[in-house]
């Protein structure tokens, strides 16, 4: 069986009074594809801030590789060969494609070596048409890609993806799986997500998370037709 790349152990984030994170146990092997999903206030963003660092688990733990990563800043989290991709676009505006993605190459590998990089990823993830615009004057699907690109270019073992294709077109969206399916011959990768139709395109397991706990772990059609996960998506109580 692969390696486990990602690893929570009762992973608990109280504010106050909400446990917004309850218990989690969650694994993740070599180059498996996870989406998170889960109504509103569910506990998905939470739980991703845990594993990315943004936030510290009140209680638990959490493993990358076997390494344990909790309390650890994002940064110290990326060093390790993870790309995260949080709502928070991490691009610059007045740059081009490809110096955006240079630059993200910069902080792994010397001058050259991050030029061939940054050229490497853009033919990977089919950002040639748009290399030499600058990120301002892209539309909002394609700033999603370039935002992939720099989450590639540090070659990560571990992609976290928190939402990539919100607001995106139905091409957009298509041009994002075929990403997404190039990211999972090198990564594992976990995805928050809404977009149902986005989730049935690239993912087989989907984790259901309710009240802050794991409801449920299974293949998407199994997940999609559960009785329990639909209840609990129209806000019906779940037994
Ligand atoms: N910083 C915070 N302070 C207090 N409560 C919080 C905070 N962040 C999240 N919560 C609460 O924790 C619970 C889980 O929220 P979370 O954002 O993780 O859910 P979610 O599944 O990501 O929801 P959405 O799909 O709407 O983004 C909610 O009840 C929310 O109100």
């Known amino acids: 069986m692969a390696e486990v790349v990602l690893e929570t152990q009762a992973l608990t984030m109280r504010f106050g009074g909400v446990v917004a994170s309850d218990n989690v146990n969650f694994k993740l092997r070599a180059r498996e594809l996870r989406c998170l999903i889960g109504p509103n206030g569910a506990g998905k963003s939470t739980f991703f801030k845990c594993v990315t660092g943004l936030l510290t688990p009140t209680e638990g733990q959490v493993f990358m590789r076997g390494q344990e990563t909790t309390g650890w800043m994002p940064h110290q989290i990326a060093s390790l060969g993870v790309g995260i991709k949080t709502q928070t676009p991490n ?15 910069r902080r792994f590998h010397s001058v050259d070596e991050a030029k061939h990089k940054a050229e490497a990823v853009i033919e990977r993830l089919a950002l040639n048409s748009i290399a030499r615009s600058d990120l301002g004057n892209l539309a909002h699907g394609e700033r999603q890609r370039v935002e992939l690109g720099l989450v590639a270019v540090g070659d990560p073992w571990l992609v976290l993806l928190d939402e990539p294709a919100a607001g995106m077109s139905a091409e957009d969206v298509e041009r994002m799986t075929e990403i997404i399916h190039e990211l999972t011959k090198t990564a594992a990768v976990v995805i928050v997500e809404h977009d149902m139709q986005f989730i049935r395109s690239i993912a087989q397991t989907v984790t259901v998370f309710h009240q802050g706990a794991v409801l449920m772990e299974d293949h998407v059609d199994k997940v999609m037709s559960d009785e329990t996960v639909r209840n609990v998506y129209l806000g019906k109580k779940a037994g």
């Open 91 to 105: 691009v610059m505006d007045n740059l081009s494609v490809f110096e955006n993605i240079w630059l993200a190459a």
